[in-house]
């Protein structure tokens, strides 16, 4: 480690010795400042944690592949496994326990923990090992034993904290989505053991999870009459444990009295009385289970997870449930309360090792099964030789526990994670993800779950959260009790997996170190033909010269053709205030890492591509400096120059800085104003000589005005100046782009003509000029407005005035937004007007010009102090109608279109090149709104669909707006209409609602505002609606003994009453009032939901007695009900007749937009794919 200033590193200087008894002082620390420390890598190796006593095994720990490093003493906490903090470098070291973490992909936490269980299994790691991958019979993609492989080779021979598993879920045919799938880790483990079996088909481990998981029980039934006995034997690869007997308050309160509970058999008797085969009648019997076979590894699955009948939901048992850590199965063998004196063993049909037999025939039977040592066999295929329970030796049943999976969280979701006991030294760890660390007994013990107190009924929901959900076992037998292949024992093919994965990681590494030691930092260039900022990020070594940077940066913006090498070079830039901070002389050939301060993840500056011509002189920017463009004002020509860059000092003067600045602009500083811009509109005269520029308030980069002249201007006060108002008028000019509407023959001669009758269309010639080839060959201040701020104002005024006239009046409504593609038109340069001679006639273009194009372009340059009103009135000439017939819209990102309609407002929201459409229509006037009115289809697949654009009125009633409707209806939609035989009706979405009667009143009794729609409803009959307090919903009829939905059919109601609406629907159906059950529909109209789902999915027959209460809720019109006949009876359909139903509903409702089931998502099932990919086939599941 090495001392050294900020920004430094000081390579040449000896490491300190951590041995010697130097001060901080002598070893070159300053006090007072901050110090910076240079760690490297030790002979090569990175840094390791030293803890204490971390001697003897060190040594060999790199030889070794799996076991924990001997540090004696690091005993961690319960905290070390709950909740951990990861950073970025801890998941690149290797934790200290030696084992290796495995990466949650989102939530895979119960995926890792069966993965790590399945390791530190020495008999599955071992067996796995053994299977050879052929890759010439199978992809090693979608492997899965291949895949298990690799990740178990890695998390023997890693030297990360964590792996990743996207490998093995790729093997099993899934994708991204199903990482945010949690599912259960005792169905996962099942899954993936079948998956195995099918894979391992004809090798040498076919049978592998069988030898190690699979034990045999037998399901009996015994009559209590004669003794008569039908059994089955079923074969099982986990136990499942009742924590909470159904219907008791109290849970079990260890695992052995769980076992007790599973094999306690009960007594069939009353109505449950069992049939017996040999007594021929029904009798009393008892039915229960025996263990015959317990496997190798003992899986005990607690289950925690169950159903709630009372609030209908899963929940989460919390109870405590203690595990011992030897668990002795021999007294669950064979319990049996009570002999019959009857000795044999009858069959019960169905199952495939059933059998009607005495016991010997049994055990003959059972025997075939055992012919390799799977397990504990408790009969033999000689009855002489059959072992009594008496006769078991005391240790041949006792198993130790030594993985515990354990479940934090509630039944809607929660986190897995394993607390393994390692068999190489006998010590816990807990397996969280990334995270794996020591712990003890006493962290075993608080995964029993439970609260201290008492336990009651409600102990479970006052527990902890945290406990143990799946138990592994293994029988402690010495002649099978594996110990982990070392490494000499490795087949070879395990070891060439070792060692391409050891080279994978070591390439890996390499390039991670690339990337820590690469300086990542945004680049910009303004392009020297193009003239047009880019924008990159540079990645660059840190090692890399600046000479050579330069030469990456000059091939990333694509200058090769453009621009000499020796033409560029990198400044240090702050893109945010445009400001360049230093440059860089004399350094091409320091490094870039001490260049730029080391490598960051962030910068607080840019690198900037500075490009110069071959006879220039690149500019020296030192660190200190301001930035200053210098923008030259003409008086006379009232003009404003492009700007130049001047650097100065924040020190300096106000004199200093104007003789500065006339070095470089070649004007008089004796007669010279500068103008700073401070922001938007903040123009300050620089007065005062002897003021520094800070004091002025400069900062990194700044604007100024400069003008020199000898005018009377000079004389007069800033405020009244010629120059202000320029400068003012410029700050406050703004650049817009106008698409005028299309334009038919002869328009263009309508324009002349507005043109030449208005009074002051002067100024509209000075503000407006043609589109003319690219933007940068306008005049960027010649077309400034000619008129004063105050003409500008009184204009407003003016147009504020003539308020009465309707034409420009107030209006305090937003427009409508609509999605509308409106492209800007280029120009070519070839059918363009001479800038000039159209800042002075306009009326000369050329006539065919205009014939010749569909839409025209105009480019104005406009003060956005003047109102919308004046800049409508400004356009006028150019649209050939007058302002109160044609509208503006705005264009925003993705060519949408708002209409500005609040003509008393100024232009201030506009910024330069805006877009802004003019289309050809009637502007609003005060109090009219524009309204979008679309045609209710009740019965159609579509039942909106938009026919017009309308204005209504404030004070205007719902007949009115009908009247000026019709004509509007038949030109525009082709519908003839009496004013009786259609209604309106208010539009929430896609959902009809209120009825809108003849005598209403717009902003009295209807609430109306911009971007309004209504409904307009074609009445098959006179109007039925006379009154507010009617109801109108829409009912349709459901009919299950032909699975089909009948037309709505319109039901007016004259309260809210369930009995009302139960008379009408029966009078519309003929269904008999008792027999009416009807639910509301659920969704955006019209409440579509397949035919396979209405009869049970909806709410049917609600008990309430008015409809706007819950669960109805219905207080408006427009909504939907369905009611059916309680008496009928739904379809029966065969499975051919239930697909092709199901087809045709979701086709149906796909098109309609809506969904197939409006019940609550369901969980995915867990499924792993054997060829790799999930069958996309949707009609089978």
């Given at each position: 480690?090495?001392?050294?200033?900020?920004?430094?590193?000081?390579?040449?200087?000896?490491?300190?010795?951590?041995?010697?008894?130097?001060?901080?002082?002598?070893?070159?620390?300053?006090?007072?400042?901050?110090?910076?420390?240079?760690?490297?890598?030790?002979?090569?190796?990175?840094?390791?944690?030293?803890?204490?006593?971390?001697?003897?095994?060190?040594?060999?720990v790199?030889?070794?592949?799996?076991?924990?490093?001997?540090?004696?003493?690091?005993?961690?906490?319960?905290?070390?496994?709950?909740?951990?903090s990861?950073?970025?470098?801890?998941?690149?070291?290797?934790?200290?326990?030696?084992?290796?973490?495995?990466?949650?992909?989102?939530?895979?936490?119960?995926?890792?923990?069966?993965?790590?269980?399945?390791f530190?299994?020495?008999e599955?790691?071992?067996?796995?090992?053994?299977?050879?991958?052929?890759?010439?019979?199978?992809d090693?993609?979608?492997?899965?034993?291949?895949?298990?492989?690799?990740?178990?080779?890695?998390?023997?021979?890693?030297?990360?904290?964590?792996?990743?598993?996207?490998?093995?879920?790729?093997?099993?045919?899934?994708?991204?989505?199903?990482?945010?799938?949690?599912?259960?880790?005792?169905?996962?483990?099942?899954v993936?053991?079948d998956?195995?079996?099918?894979?391992?088909?004809?090798?040498?481990?076919?049978?592998?999870?069988?030898?190690?998981?699979?034990?045999?029980?037998?399901?009996?039934?015994?009559?209590?009459?004669?003794?008569?006995?039908?059994?089955?034997?079923?074969?099982?690869l986990?136990?499942?444990?009742?924590?909470r007997?159904?219907?008791?308050?109290?849970?079990?309160?260890?695992?052995?009295e769980?076992?007790?509970?599973?094999?306690?058999?009960?007594?069939?008797?009353?109505?449950?009385?069992?049939?017996c085969?040999?007594?021929k009648?029904?009798?009393?019997?008892?039915?229960?289970?025996?263990?015959?076979?317990?496997?190798?590894?003992?899986t005990?699955?607690?289950?925690?997870?169950?159903?709630?009948?009372?609030?209908?939901?899963?929940?989460?048992?919390?109870?405590?449930m203690?595990?011992?850590?030897?668990?002795?199965?021999?007294?669950?063998?064979?319990?049996?309360?009570?002999?019959?004196?009857?000795?044999?063993?009858?069959t019960?049909?169905?199952?495939?090792?059933?059998?009607?037999?005495?016991?010997?025939?049994?055990?003959?039977?059972?025997?075939?099964?055992?012919?390799?040592?799977?397990?504990?066999?408790?009969?033999t295929?000689?009855?002489?030789?059959?072992?009594?329970?008496?006769?078991?030796?005391?240790?041949?049943?006792?198993?130790?526990?030594?993985?515990?999976?354990?479940?934090?969280?509630?039944?809607?979701?929660?986190?897995?994670y394993?607390?393994?006991?390692?068999?190489?030294?006998?010590?816990?760890?807990?397996?969280?993800?990334?995270?794996?660390?020591?712990?003890?007994?006493?962290?075993?013990?608080?995964?029993?779950?439970?609260?201290?107190?008492?336990?009651?009924?409600?102990?479970?929901?006052?527990?902890?959260?945290?406990?143990?959900?799946?138990?592994?076992?293994?029988?402690k037998d010495?002649?099978?009790?594996?110990?982990?292949?070392?490494v000499?024992?490795?087949?070879?093919?395990?070891?060439?997996?070792?060692?391409?994965?050891?080279?994978?990681?070591?390439?890996?590494?390499?390039?991670?170190?690339?990337?820590?030691?690469?300086?990542?930092?945004?680049?910009?260039?303004?392009?020297?033909?193009?003239q047009?900022?880019?924008?990159?990020?540079?990645?660059v070594?840190?090692?890399?010269?600046?000479?050579?940077?330069?030469?990456?940066?000059?091939?990333?913006?694509?200058?090769?053709?453009?621009?000499?090498?020796?033409?560029?070079?990198?400044?240090?830039?702050?893109?945010?205030?445009?400001?360049?901070?230093?440059?860089?002389?004399?350094?091409?050939?320091?490094?870039?890492?001490?260049?730029?301060?080391?490598?960051?993840?962030?910068?607080?500056?840019?690198?900037?591509?500075?490009?110069?011509?071959?006879?220039?002189?690149f500019?020296?920017?030192?660190?200190?400096?301001?930035?200053?463009?210098?923008?030259v004002?003409?008086?006379?020509?009232?003009?404003?120059?492009?700007?130049i860059?001047?650097?100065a000092?924040?020190?300096?003067?106000?004199?200093?800085?104007?003789?500065l600045?006339?070095?470089a602009?070649?004007?008089?500083?004796?007669?010279m104003?500068?103008?700073?811009?401070?922001?938007?509109n903040?123009?300050?005269?620089?007065?005062?000589?002897?003021?520094?520029?800070?004091?002025?308030?400069?900062?990194?980069?700044?604007?100024v005005?400069?003008?020199s002249?000898?005018?009377?201007?000079?004389?007069?006060?800033?405020?009244?100046?010629?120059?202000?108002?320029?400068l003012?008028?410029?700050?406050?000019?703004?650049?817009?782009?106008?698409?005028?509407?299309?334009?038919?023959?002869?328009?263009?001669?309508?324009?002349?003509?507005?043109?030449?009758?208005?009074?002051?269309?002067?100024?509209?010639?000075?503000?407006?000029?043609?589109?003319?080839?690219?933007?940068?060959?306008?005049?960027?201040?010649?077309?400034?407005?000619?008129?004063s701020?105050?003409?500008?104002?009184?204009?407003?005024?003016?147009?504020?005035?003539?308020?009465?006239?309707?034409?420009?009046?107030?209006?305090?409504?937003?427009?409508d937004?609509?999605?509308?593609?409106?492209?800007?038109?280029?120009?070519?340069?070839?059918?363009?007007?001479d800038?000039?001679?159209?800042?002075?006639?306009?009326?000369?273009?050329?006539?065919?010009?205009?014939?010749?194009?569909?839409?025209?372009?105009?480019?104005?340059?406009?003060?956005?102090?003047?109102?919308?009103?004046?800049?409508?009135?400004?356009?006028?000439?150019?649209?050939?109608?007058?302002?109160?017939?044609?509208?503006?819209?705005?264009?925003?990102?993705?060519?949408?279109?708002?209409?500005?309609?609040?003509?008393?407002?100024?232009?201030?929201?506009?910024?330069?090149?805006?877009?802004?459409?003019?289309?050809?229509?009637?502007?609003?006037?005060?109090?009219?709104?524009r309204?979008?009115?679309?045609?209710?289809?009740?019965?159609?697949?579509?039942p909106?669909?938009?026919?017009?654009?309308?204005?209504?009125?404030?004070?205007?009633?719902?007949?009115?707006?009908?009247?000026?409707?019709?004509?509007?209806?038949?030109?525009?939609c082709?519908?003839?209409?009496?004013?009786d035989?259609f209604?309106?009706?208010?539009?929430?979405?896609?959902?009809?609602?209120?009825?809108?009667?003849?005598?209403?009143?717009?902003?009295?009794?209807?609430?109306?505002?911009?971007?309004?729609?209504?409904?307009?409803?074609?009445?098959?009959?006179?109007?039925?609606?006379?009154?507010?307090?009617?109801?109108?919903?829409?009912?349709?009829?459901?009919?299950?003994?032909?699975?089909?939905l009948?037309?709505?059919?319109e039901?007016?109601?004259?309260?809210?009453?369930?009995?009302?609406?139960?008379?009408k629907?029966?009078?519309?159906?003929?269904?008999?009032?008792?027999?009416?059950?009807?639910?509301?529909?659920?969704?955006?109209?019209?409440?579509?939901?397949?035919?396979?789902?209405?009869?049970?999915?909806?709410?049917?027959?609600?008990?309430?007695?008015?409809?706007?209460?819950?669960?109805l809720?219905?207080?408006?019109?427009?909504?939907?009900?369905?009611?059916?006949?309680?008496?009928?009876?739904?379809?029966?359909?065969?499975?051919?007749?239930?697909?092709?139903?199901?087809?045709?509903?979701?086709?149906?409702?796909?098109?309609t937009?809506?969904r197939?089931?409006?019940?609550?998502?369901?969980?995915?099932?867990?499924?792993?794919?054997?060829?790799?990919?999930?069958?996309k086939?949707?009609?089978?599941?």
């Amino acid at each position: 480690m090495v001392p050294g200033e900020e920004n430094q590193l000081v390579p040449k200087e000896p490491p300190l010795d951590h041995t010697s008894d130097k001060s901080l002082l002598d070893a070159n620390f300053e006090p007072g400042k901050k110090n910076f420390l240079h760690l490297t890598d030790k002979d090569g190796e990175q840094p390791q944690i030293l803890l204490e006593d971390s001697s003897a095994g060190e040594d060999s720990v790199h030889d070794r592949f799996i076991g924990p490093l001997p540090r004696e003493g690091s005993v961690g906490s319960t905290s070390d496994y709950v909740s951990q903090s990861y950073s970025y470098s801890s998941i690149l070291n290797k934790s200290e326990t030696g084992y290796v973490g495995l990466v949650n992909q989102a939530m895979t936490c119960y995926l890792n923990s069966l993965l790590q269980t399945l390791f530190m299994t020495p008999e599955f790691r071992n067996a796995l090992y053994k299977w050879e991958f052929e890759e010439s019979e199978e992809d090693p993609v979608t492997s899965i034993p291949y895949q298990l492989q690799r990740l178990f080779v890695l998390l023997q021979t890693s030297k990360k904290r964590a792996i990743e598993t996207t490998d093995v879920t790729r093997s099993f045919g899934w994708d991204s989505s199903e990482a945010w799938q949690q599912h259960d880790v005792q169905e996962l483990c099942r899954v993936m053991f079948d998956a195995l079996e099918q894979k391992w088909k004809q090798t040498e481990q076919a049978d592998l999870i069988n030898e190690l998981y699979q034990g045999k029980l037998k399901d009996y039934v015994r009559c209590l009459e004669c003794g008569y006995e039908g059994w089955r034997i079923d074969t099982y690869l986990d136990i499942p444990l009742v924590i909470r007997p159904y219907g008791s308050s109290q849970a079990f309160a260890s695992v052995e009295e769980a076992l007790h509970a599973f094999i306690q058999p009960e007594i069939l008797d009353g109505p449950n009385q069992y049939f017996c085969e040999r007594c021929k009648k029904k009798c009393d019997a008892r039915k229960g289970l025996r263990f015959l076979h317990f496997p190798y590894l003992l899986t005990l699955q607690l289950k925690r997870f169950d159903f709630d009948y009372t609030t209908m939901h899963r929940i989460k048992l919390n109870d405590r449930m203690t595990f011992p850590e030897e668990l002795d199965m021999s007294t669950f063998i064979d319990v049996e309360d009570e002999k019959s004196p009857q000795t044999e063993s009858c069959t019960d049909s169905g199952a495939e090792n059933e059998g009607s037999c005495h016991s010997d025939q049994m055990s003959n039977d059972f025997s075939n099964d055992d012919g390799v040592d799977e397990g504990i066999c408790l009969e033999t295929n000689s009855g002489t030789e059959k072992i009594s329970k008496s006769g078991l030796e005391k240790n041949s049943l006792i198993y130790e526990l030594f993985s515990v999976m354990v479940h934090s969280g509630s039944a809607a979701g929660g986190h897995y994670y394993a607390c393994i006991k390692s068999f190489s030294d006998e010590q816990w760890y807990s397996f969280n993800d990334q995270h794996v660390s020591r712990i003890t007994q006493d962290d075993i013990k608080k995964t029993h779950g439970g609260s201290s107190g008492s336990r009651g009924y409600y102990s479970s929901a006052f527990a902890s959260s945290t406990n143990a959900y799946m138990l592994i076992y293994r029988l402690k037998d010495p002649a099978r009790n594996a110990k982990f292949l070392e490494v000499d024992e490795y087949p070879e093919h395990i070891k060439n997996l070792v060692q391409k994965e050891r080279e994978l990681e070591e390439q890996e590494k390499r390039q991670r170190e690339i990337e820590r030691n690469t300086c990542k930092i945004k680049l910009f260039c303004l392009h020297p033909a193009k003239q047009v900022m880019m924008e990159n990020k540079l990645e660059v070594h840190k090692d890399k010269t600046l000479k050579e940077a330069v030469e990456m940066a000059y091939k990333m913006m694509d200058l090769e053709e453009v621009i000499p090498l020796d033409c560029c070079r990198l400044v240090k830039y702050d893109e945010f205030h445009d400001y360049l901070e230093r440059s860089y002389e004399g350094e091409e050939d320091t490094p870039m890492g001490l260049l730029l301060g080391g490598v960051k993840s962030t910068y607080m500056f840019d690198l900037l591509l500075e490009t110069r011509k071959p006879d220039q002189v690149f500019q020296s920017y030192k660190p200190g400096e301001v930035m200053v463009k210098v923008h030259v004002v003409d008086l006379k020509a009232e003009s404003v120059a492009a700007p130049i860059t001047v650097r100065a000092y924040l020190n300096q003067t106000v004199t200093e800085f104007k003789q500065l600045i006339s070095k470089a602009i070649h004007l008089p500083a004796e007669t010279m104003r500068i103008v700073l811009e401070r922001c938007y509109n903040d123009l300050r005269l620089l007065s005062v000589p002897s003021k520094t520029l800070k004091a002025e308030g400069f900062f990194r980069s700044n604007k100024v005005f400069v003008e020199s002249s000898e005018t009377l201007d000079y004389q007069m006060a800033f405020a009244d100046s010629h120059l202000w108002k320029l400068l003012d008028r410029h700050a406050n000019t703004i650049r817009l782009f106008v698409l005028l509407p299309e334009q038919s023959p002869g328009s263009y001669s309508k324009r002349t003509a507005y043109q030449k009758a208005g009074g002051d269309s002067g100024n509209v010639d000075d503000d407006c000029e043609r589109v003319k080839g690219p933007v940068g060959s306008l005049k960027s201040v010649e077309a400034i407005l000619e008129e004063s701020t105050e003409k500008l104002k009184s204009l407003s005024l003016q147009q504020q005035q003539d308020g009465d006239n309707g034409d420009s009046s107030k209006s305090t409504e937003t427009s409508d937004f609509e999605n509308i593609e409106s492209p800007l038109n280029e120009r070519d340069s070839s059918a363009s007007v001479d800038n000039r001679e159209l800042e002075q006639h306009i009326q000369t273009s050329d006539p065919e010009n205009f014939q010749s194009e569909e839409r025209s372009d105009l480019m104005v340059h406009v003060d956005k102090r003047i109102t919308l009103a004046a800049f409508k009135q400004h356009l006028e000439p150019f649209v050939g109608v007058l302002s109160s017939h044609f509208k503006v819209f705005r264009v925003y990102a993705s060519n949408q279109e708002f209409e500005s309609v609040r003509l008393n407002e100024t232009l201030s929201s506009f910024s330069d090149d805006n877009k802004i459409t003019i289309r050809l229509g009637r502007a609003l006037k005060k109090g009219e709104y524009r309204v979008k009115v679309y045609q209710l289809l009740v019965n159609e697949q579509e039942p909106c669909k938009f026919l017009l654009d309308a204005v209504f009125a404030k004070g205007m009633t719902v007949r009115q707006s009908k009247e000026e409707l019709i004509p509007q209806l038949r030109e525009q939609c082709g519908l003839e209409l009496s004013i009786d035989r259609f209604r309106l009706r208010k539009k929430t979405w896609k959902n009809p609602g209120t009825v809108f009667l003849d005598y209403h009143i717009y902003e009295e009794d209807i609430n109306i505002s911009s971007n309004w729609e209504v409904f307009l409803e074609v009445l098959d009959g006179v109007e039925k609606m006379k009154s507010m307090s009617q109801l109108a919903v829409l009912s349709r009829r459901w009919k299950p003994s032909e699975m089909k939905l009948d037309p709505f059919q319109e039901v007016v109601l004259e309260s809210s009453s369930v009995d009302e609406l139960r008379e009408k629907l029966s009078e519309i159906s003929g269904i008999p009032l008792e027999d009416i059950e009807f639910a509301k529909g659920r969704g955006t109209f019209p409440c579509d939901i397949s035919v396979l789902d209405i009869h049970q999915d909806l709410d049917w027959n609600p008990k309430v007695s008015t409809l706007n209460v819950w669960p109805l809720y219905i207080c408006d019109d427009g909504a939907v009900i369905f009611y059916r006949d309680k008496t009928e009876e739904l379809m029966e359909l065969t499975d051919e007749q239930r697909n092709e139903l199901m087809k045709k509903e979701s086709s149906r409702l796909q098109k309609t937009g809506h969904r197939i089931t409006y019940s609550p998502r369901k969980e995915k099932a867990l499924k792993i794919y054997l060829d790799g990919a999930p069958n996309k086939d949707l009609t089978q599941d």
